[in-house]
């Protein structure tokens, strides 16, 4: 089984500051995949294929990465990111997400 | 519009059984896989069962294999989850997924429905 590490576990950020979470994959895989739960919400794909935003994603998020580290970049963190960011992969069985990040309005 | 409306949670005593369901709309069932995926209170995301197009290949984690089915109605654009020998370990929120079978994500989620095993 793949083992998805995300760090921090959990994090704060102001209005208008650079955001960056990691996620750490215990072998390569080939894409990593991001989902953003709010508090009380189902979980919305948020970044897909590593890179690639979901619909309706702001443009101030970007992915990236390869083999067995990844990340998720807030260009400008606003208001509404406050969440908690879980990474997936799907490289192989069982498909496994990371324990996720809590992202905090500072 | 892509929905996806869970049903069928509730209590149930350890050793049990419940079956889920969800009934999807919006798109054209037939052409996806669709999955299951939980999340126990106050804990992270786990995947729970895929299932093919037809319905002819399923997939699961040793953590349900053996007592979860999953299966599907394509002429009702339905998914269900039929879990047996339920346990206190599978009280969660259970969400039905749309499944994307190219590099695997979960592209749409239900609302969720919640199974507390519990005597």
């Known amino acids: 089984e793949i083992v998805l590490t995300q760090s921090p576990t959990t994090m704060a950020a102001s209005p208008g500051e650079k955001v960056t979470l990691t996620c750490r994959a215990s072998?390569?895989?080939?894409?990593m995949h991001w989902y953003q739960q709010r508090s009380g919400a189902s979980p919305k794909l948020w970044i897909y294929e590593t890179s690639k935003l979901a619909s309706g994603v702001p443009n101030r998020f970007s992915g990236s990465g390869s083999g067995t580290s990844y990340s998720l970049t807030i260009n400008s963190m606003e208001t509404e990111d406050a969440a908690t960011y879980y990474c997936?992969?799907?490289?192989?069985?069982?498909?496994?997400f990371g324990a996720g990040t809590k992202l905090e309005l500072k | 519009e892509v929905q996806l409306v869970e049903s069928g949670g509730g209590l149930v005593q350890p050793g049990r059984s419940l079956k889920l369901s969800c009934a999807a709309s919006?798109?054209?069932?037939?052409?996806?896989?669709m999955a299951w995926v939980r999340q126990a209170p106050k804990k992270g995301l786990e995947w729970v069962a895929t299932?093919?197009?037809?319905?002819?290949?399923?997939y699961y984690p040793d953590s349900v294999k053996g007592r979860f089915t999953i299966s599907r109605d394509n002429a009702k654009s339905s998914l269900y989850l039929q879990m047996n020998s339920l346990k206190s370990e599978d009280t969660a929120t259970y969400y039905c997924?749309?499944?994307?079978?190219?590099?695997?994500?979960?592209?749409?989620w239900g609302q969720g429905v919640m199974v507390t095993v519990s005597s």
């Open positions: 299932i093919s197009t037809s319905g002819s290949r399923t």
């Open positions: 072998s390569s895989v080939s894409y």
């Open positions: 997936q992969q799907g490289s192989s069985y069982p498909y496994t």
């Open positions: 919006g798109f054209t069932f037939s052409n996806y896989y």
């Open positions: 997924a749309r499944h994307r079978n190219w590099a695997p994500y979960f592209d749409y």
